[in-house]
Every structure is written in C-alpha cells, then in structure tokens.
C-alpha cells in the first residue's frame, strides 16, 4: 500500500513552452501533497506544499506563476512548469501524506525535465 | 529556523561490515520526527527509519539503527551487516510535530558505496 506514482517519468521540452507533471496517490487519499526539486547530486528542495481544495504554500524564492500547482482531488495533484527555460531542467519530485497519518510522506518515483 | 547537517559527502562499507551515518540538526522544538531516506539509482526516495523526539528508546529496522541523542541534536544511522543493495544517497530529514507543519528538511546526503 501507499503507493504514489508521477507520469511522465521524463520529458523533454522546448524552451518557452508550458510542461504538466502529475503526482497520484494510488492507494490512499492524500490531503497533502509536496513537491520537491533535486538537481543533480544535491539534496531535495521543498518548491511548494499542497491542500486539496485549497492553493498551495510556495517556499520562499520559489515563483508560484512559473511553477502553478493544482491539488483538485485527494488522490490528485499537478505542476506545471510554465514558459520552460533551460535553468527549470531538474529531476520534479512529489510526495503523499496520507490523510489521518501525520507523520509519513510517501515519495513518487519523481520526473527528469530537460528543457532544450 | 531548522536545519538538518550531514557532515559525510561519501562513505564506503565492505560487504557484511558495519557502517554509520552521521547527521546533526538544529532546531528550537521539543517534538519532532527524525528520518532516514534512502535513495537507490533509481532515485525512488524510501524511507528506512524513523524516529520521534519524545522517544528515548533508539528506533530499530532490522538491519537498520539510529543513534538519537537529543541533548547533543545528533542522529546517526547505523547499517549492520552492510549487502550490495545498501548502496545509495541516504538523506536524513527534520519534521516539526506541529500539525500545521508537514515539510521534511533534508540534509545533503550521504552516498554509500558498498564494496563486495
């Protein structure tokens, strides 16, 4: 159980256009969602915090109309990367908590963006 | 503000030996969690262990032992018995115990190499 999946697992895109990254909780009903970035041998960066029904808490520096973030369900979230630029190319990672359990955040298998 | 410190870019273990992990964080709370991520080549995040602050007892997962030392903010990971499948980023992480705060705080990491 708890399990979360991403789709795509990597895409390529051009510069200037608009990419959507889709984070799903399988399993369970996730009322949280996160969204992290990892760039290459470094650790994962908190971009922004999820509610369903509600929008989402962007960590500071973070530009909430580049990175827009949609949480419609509870099984459900989205980001997408607006106007791409080659510096936006990274690996996207998302997270689940499950509703009801505090503590525990289960990770999707995350998504390598490359922007051309 | 907290933060999470892996002193330890890389460490390497023979097969069957005994490694630690080290990590220190910085934080002003009395209640927290502490975590232990793993991340494989496959860069899929899984958590190996995990550990509450008002616990004193060390949390155990098999293989897999924490440290916890509260008064010094110190919490090292120990993998016993070290196989071929340990090798990975292993990343440890701070969560307030405040309900209305979920983020995970991560270190940089470690990068474990496990020699045959």
Same mark, same amino acid.
Request: net charge positive; hydrophobic share 35%.
């Given at each position: ?9 990597w895409?390529?895109?051009k ?10 909780s ?61 510096e ?10 499950r ?18 | 503000?907290?933060? $999470?410190? @892996?002193?330890?870019?890389e !460490?390497?273990?023979? =097969?069957? =030996?005994? $490694?630690t ?5 910085d934080?002003?709370?009395? %209640?927290? +969690?502490l ?10 995040? *899984?958590?190996? *262990?995990? @550990?509450?602050? +008002? /616990? @004193?007892?060390?949390?155990? =997962?098999?293989r ?5 030392? /509260? ?7 120990? *993998?016993? %018995?070290?196989?071929?499948? %340990?090798a990975? !980023? +292993? ?7 405040r309900?209305n &705060? %979920?983020?995970?705080i991560?270190? &940089? ?8």
């Amino acid at each position: 159980g708890a399990v979360v999946s991403q789709h795509p697992s990597w895409v390529i895109c051009k510069s200037g256009t608009s990419v959507k990254i889709e984070c799903r909780s399988l399993d369970f009903q996730a009322t949280t969602m996160f969204w992290y970035r990892q760039f290459p041998k470094q650790s994962l960066m908190l971009m922004a915090t999820s509610n369903e029904g509600s929008k989402a808490t962007y960590e500071q520096g973070v530009e909430k109309d580049k990175f827009l973030i949609n949480h419609a369900s509870l099984t459900l979230s989205t980001l997408t990367v607006t106007s791409a630029h080659p510096e936006d190319s990274s690996f996207y990672i998302c997270s689940a908590r499950r509703a009801g359990v505090s503590y525990e955040q289960y990770f999707g298998p995350g998504t390598r963006l490359t922007v051309t | 503000a907290q933060t $999470v410190t @892996q002193s330890q870019p890389e !460490m390497s273990v023979q =097969e069957a =030996e005994t $490694v630690t992990l080290s990590c220190t964080y910085d934080t002003s709370e009395s %209640d927290y +969690y502490l975590f232990w991520y793993k991340q494989p080549p496959s860069r899929q995040m *899984i958590l190996v *262990i995990r @550990q509450e602050a +008002y /616990k @004193q007892q060390n949390a155990t =997962e098999n293989r897999f032992s924490v440290n916890f030392q /509260k008064a010094a903010k110190s919490f090292s990971l120990k *993998i016993s %018995d070290s196989q071929l499948g %340990d090798a990975a !980023m +292993y990343f440890c992480a701070y969560r307030s115990f405040r309900l209305n &705060t %979920d983020k995970l705080i991560f270190g &940089t990491g470690t990068r474990l190499q496990v020699f045959p």
